[in-house]
């Protein structure tokens, strides 16, 4: 039984055995033989920086940037890698066999592809590439009005850049140039050259006849000196030469009577021109890091809002250049060799930052708090002693407090009112209450007729005024003043006397007081062109405001104004709208459009909770502030990235 079972049992394994039996002998055990694996393609390889070949330039400028350029007569070709420019690019201003060849049915279709509806190649970018060489075929470009090369490699350019009549901007800065083409001193309508971050040693004296020259920029080099005759440079505006190794200056620099910034910090200068005061549209000057030991007087300078001149070695301020400079907002003198401030810096009444920190000051003036519109003051790094060291510490306006109330007592120890007077700014800085002192009587010193009229200014600042008596505004507008401060008191309007200088006044300013309205009489004054309402009560101005055609400066910061008054728009003649510091809800784009003149908007820290696109449209805006609003485009890295990028975003935003 138990071997009937056991073969029973068996059989199965039998079947599998015979069944493997008619297996194939081949398909039971194949035989290991060695594996041939096909050849594999031969791929280059090509590794990501690598040298870049001809063919591979002339592919960056593809069909589509062609077609762009011939369309728009600029062509973009920055940051592309290109280590040559692409050969066709020369001959982009020629009718292609395309254009040429194209019927009239396909006309019908894309007319805008045809060559006579192609505009000449204007602007070509070649920046932040590898560039080594220029093609003299550059002289095909005729049309050409800006060429930017900058951020390359380039030591030299063709002689044939000379022939393009028509380049008004020409940008080489950061490549490795030692020296321009003599044929470049030649372009006609050359207005902004940017040479810097190169290898010039020196510049070329034919630069002196680029008659239409208004910028250049030569920092960053290793210039020694200035040629001679660089003085007919008569339009040139702007003059930066930082970082170089400039020693003196040449006699004629003066000559240049349009300049209205000069850049020559961190240079090797001994001394400045004595005769500064002939360039008379002169705004900004930066001396810092020189060897510069005496400042000139600046007689004629009036217009200088910026003197910096830190880290030199100057050890005296001159008094005469405190009164010569009625404008200056910016005072930067820290790390110089400066033993004492003279009472005269009173004399600078817009002064709005005064740096005289790590020098060797040991007495502040108490003159310097009657400046109404200095916000900062740093004196660290310096022996004071008049002052204790925990009220230095405590910032500008404790520091300013206190010389004030040295000031007032100083007044009465040598037998002022109880009030107390000290001058300051062409006119006895008497504590009036209504226009009298607390006799009640006119302080017979005030106003000092001769300061009036060797300043032409009539300030009185901190000192709380709630009104003016007519009589001081006869006497200024009798020795001729045109320029009216009354800053930092507490006038809950303008004074009515203020109309006997209708015709005089050029500069109003009234901040920092407690005014609610402006009376409509503000619309008389004709000459006007500075006017100062900031920190005050406003939330609206008189309908007539709009008639001041000769306003060029407005700031109405830091009041109540919920919009900007319509009477605004109407102001021709505006350059610069300060409005920070509002509740200003809306941009009103349209309004904007009819100040053609408009260059600076400030509207930081206010209410507006949209940025309509269309204002990137307004291209006559070239200063554009906005942060410290609620809206949430553009966004704060963008409106760090300054006015170019903010216009920039918004005008790609406009719906097509």
Same mark, same amino acid.
């Given at each position: 039984?138990?071997?009937?079972?056991?073969?029973?049992?068996?059989?199965?394994?039998?079947?599998?055995?015979?069944?493997?039996?008619?297996?194939?002998?081949?398909?039971?055990?194949?035989?290991?033989?060695?594996?041939?694996?096909?050849?594999?393609?031969?791929?280059?390889?090509?590794?990501?920086?690598?040298?870049?070949?001809?063919?591979?330039?002339?592919?960056?400028?593809?069909?589509?940037?062609?077609?762009?350029?011939?369309?728009?007569?600029?062509?973009?070709?920055?940051?592309?890698?290109?280590?040559?420019?692409? &050969?066709?690019?020369?001959?982009?201003?020629?009718?292609?066999?395309?254009?040429?060849?194209?019927?009239?049915?396909?006309?019908?279709?894309? &007319?805008?592809?045809?060559?006579?509806?192609?505009?000449?190649?204007?602007?070509?970018?070649?920046?932040?590439?590898?560039?080594?060489?220029?093609?003299?075929?550059?002289?095909?470009?005729?049309?050409?009005?800006?060429?930017?090369?900058?951020?390359?490699?380039?030591?030299?350019?063709?002689?044939?850049?000379?022939?393009?009549?028509?380049?008004?901007?020409?940008?080489?800065?950061?490549?490795?140039?030692?020296?321009?083409?003599?044929?470049?001193?030649?372009?006609?309508?050359?207005?902004?050259?940017?040479?810097?971050?190169?290898?010039?040693? &020196?510049?070329?004296?034919?630069?002196?006849?680029?008659?239409?020259?208004?910028?250049?920029?030569?920092?960053?080099?290793?210039?020694?000196?200035?040629?001679?005759?660089?003085?007919?440079?008569?339009?040139?505006?702007?003059?930066?030469?930082?970082?170089?190794?400039?020693?003196?200056?040449?006699?004629?620099?003066?000559?240049?009577?349009?300049?209205?910034?000069?850049?020559?910090?961190?240079?090797?200068?001994?001394?400045?021109?004595?005769?500064?005061?002939?360039?008379?549209?002169?705004?900004?000057?930066?001396?810092?890091?020189?060897?510069?030991?005496?400042?000139?007087?600046?007689?004629?300078?009036?217009?200088?809002?910026?003197?910096?001149?830190?880290?030199?070695?100057?050890?005296?301020?001159?008094?005469?250049?405190?009164?010569?400079?009625?404008?200056?907002?910016?005072?930067?003198?820290?790390?110089?060799?400066?033993?004492?401030?003279?009472?005269?810096?009173?004399?600078?009444?817009?002064?709005?930052?005064?740096?005289?920190?790590?020098?060797?000051?040991s007495v502040l003036p108490v003159t310097l708090s009657s400046l109404a519109h200095l916000i900062s003051l740093q004196v660290e790094g310096n022996p004071i002693k008049m002052i204790r060291r925990d009220i230095l510490q405590c910032g500008t306006s404790r520091i300013l407090k206190t010389l004030h109330e040295r000031a007032l007592a100083k007044s009465r120890e040598e037998g002022g009112g109880s009030d107390g007077a000290f001058s300051s700014a062409g006119i006895s800085v008497t504590r009036l209450r209504g226009g009298e002192s607390d006799s009640g009587e006119m302080p017979g010193n005030f106003p000092d007729r001769y300061k009036l009229r060797h300043t032409r200014t009539l300030a009185v600042n901190l000192e709380e005024l709630t009104e003016v008596p007519d009589q001081v505004f006869q006497i200024a507008r009798d020795e001729g003043v045109h320029v009216v401060d009354f800053a930092r008191n507490q006038l809950s309007t303008l004074p009515n006397g203020l109309q006997h200088m209708k015709d005089l006044v050029t500069e109003l300013v009234v901040s920092n007081n407690l005014i609610g309205y402006v009376p409509q009489f503000i619309s008389q004054f004709t000459r006007i062109s500075f006017l100062n309402l900031s920190n005050n009560l406003l939330n609206d101005l008189p309908k007539e405001f709009g008639v001041l055609n000769t306003l060029r400066e407005l700031n109405i910061a830091n009041n109540r104004f919920q919009f900007i008054p319509n009477c605004v728009y109407e102001l021709q003649g505006l350059e610069i709208l300060i409005a920070s510091e509002n509740h200003i809800k809306m941009l009103n784009v349209s309004g904007l459009k009819t100040m053609p003149r408009l260059s600076t908007l400030d509207l930081r820290n206010n209410d507006i909770d949209s940025v309509p696109p269309i204002l990137g449209n307004l291209t006559n805006i070239t200063h554009l502030e906005l942060v410290g609003n609620p809206f949430r485009q553009p966004r704060h890295q963008i409106l760090m990235k300054g006015t170019d990028a903010i216009m920039s975003y918004l005008r790609d935003r406009i719906p097509t």
């Amino acid at each position: 039984m138990s071997d009937r079972i056991g073969r029973g049992r068996g059989r199965p394994s039998a079947r599998v055995n015979s069944t493997a039996s008619r297996i194939p002998r081949s398909a039971q055990s194949p035989r290991q033989t060695p594996v041939v694996h096909s050849p594999k393609p031969n791929y280059s390889f090509r590794p990501v920086f690598h040298e870049r070949s001809n063919h591979e330039d002339n592919q960056v400028l593809n069909q589509q940037l062609w077609k762009l350029a011939r369309k728009t007569g600029t062509l973009n070709l920055s940051n592309k890698g290109l280590a040559r420019v692409p &050969e066709r690019l020369y001959d982009i201003n020629e009718a292609d066999a395309d254009s040429k060849a194209v019927n009239l049915e396909q006309l019908s279709i894309k &007319e805008e592809d045809a060559w006579w509806n192609q505009v000449p190649l204007n602007n070509l970018d070649l920046s932040s590439n590898t560039l080594t060489h220029i093609s003299p075929k550059i002289e095909n470009l005729q049309s050409l009005t800006v060429l930017t090369l900058h951020d390359n490699a380039l030591v030299e350019l063709p002689p044939e850049i000379g022939k393009l009549e028509k380049l008004m901007r020409l940008n080489v800065s950061h490549n490795k140039i030692s020296e321009l083409p003599r044929e470049i001193y030649s372009l006609p309508e050359l207005r902004h050259l940017n040479i810097s971050y190169n290898e010039f040693k &020196e510049i070329d004296p034919d630069i002196s006849d680029l008659h239409m020259l208004e910028f250049l920029d030569g920092g960053h080099n290793n210039i020694q000196s200035l040629p001679g005759g660089i003085g007919f440079l008569v339009r040139l505006t702007a003059l930066l030469l930082p970082y170089n190794h400039i020693k003196e200056l040449p006699p004629d620099l003066v000559n240049m009577r349009s300049l209205q910034k000069i850049d020559l910090m961190q240079n090797d200068l001994t001394c400045l021109p004595e005769d500064m005061g002939l360039l008379r549209k002169l705004e900004c000057l930066y001396l810092q890091h020189n060897d510069i030991q005496e400042l000139p007087d600046f007689e004629g300078n009036e217009t200088l809002n910026e003197l910096h001149a830190s880290n030199n070695y100057i050890k005296i301020i001159p008094k005469a250049m405190c009164s010569n400079l009625p404008h200056l907002k910016i005072l930067d003198l820290r790390d110089n060799k400066i033993t004492e401030l003279p009472d005269e810096l009173c004399l600078l009444r817009n002064l709005n930052r005064l740096d005289v920190s790590n020098n060797t000051i040991s007495v502040l003036p108490v003159t310097l708090s009657s400046l109404a519109h200095l916000i900062s003051l740093q004196v660290e790094g310096n022996p004071i002693k008049m002052i204790r060291r925990d009220i230095l510490q405590c910032g500008t306006s404790r520091i300013l407090k206190t010389l004030h109330e040295r000031a007032l007592a100083k007044s009465r120890e040598e037998g002022g009112g109880s009030d107390g007077a000290f001058s300051s700014a062409g006119i006895s800085v008497t504590r009036l209450r209504g226009g009298e002192s607390d006799s009640g009587e006119m302080p017979g010193n005030f106003p000092d007729r001769y300061k009036l009229r060797h300043t032409r200014t009539l300030a009185v600042n901190l000192e709380e005024l709630t009104e003016v008596p007519d009589q001081v505004f006869q006497i200024a507008r009798d020795e001729g003043v045109h320029v009216v401060d009354f800053a930092r008191n507490q006038l809950s309007t303008l004074p009515n006397g203020l109309q006997h200088m209708k015709d005089l006044v050029t500069e109003l300013v009234v901040s920092n007081n407690l005014i609610g309205y402006v009376p409509q009489f503000i619309s008389q004054f004709t000459r006007i062109s500075f006017l100062n309402l900031s920190n005050n009560l406003l939330n609206d101005l008189p309908k007539e405001f709009g008639v001041l055609n000769t306003l060029r400066e407005l700031n109405i910061a830091n009041n109540r104004f919920q919009f900007i008054p319509n009477c605004v728009y109407e102001l021709q003649g505006l350059e610069i709208l300060i409005a920070s510091e509002n509740h200003i809800k809306m941009l009103n784009v349209s309004g904007l459009k009819t100040m053609p003149r408009l260059s600076t908007l400030d509207l930081r820290n206010n209410d507006i909770d949209s940025v309509p696109p269309i204002l990137g449209n307004l291209t006559n805006i070239t200063h554009l502030e906005l942060v410290g609003n609620p809206f949430r485009q553009p966004r704060h890295q963008i409106l760090m990235k300054g006015t170019d990028a903010i216009m920039s975003y918004l005008r790609d935003r406009i719906p097509t």
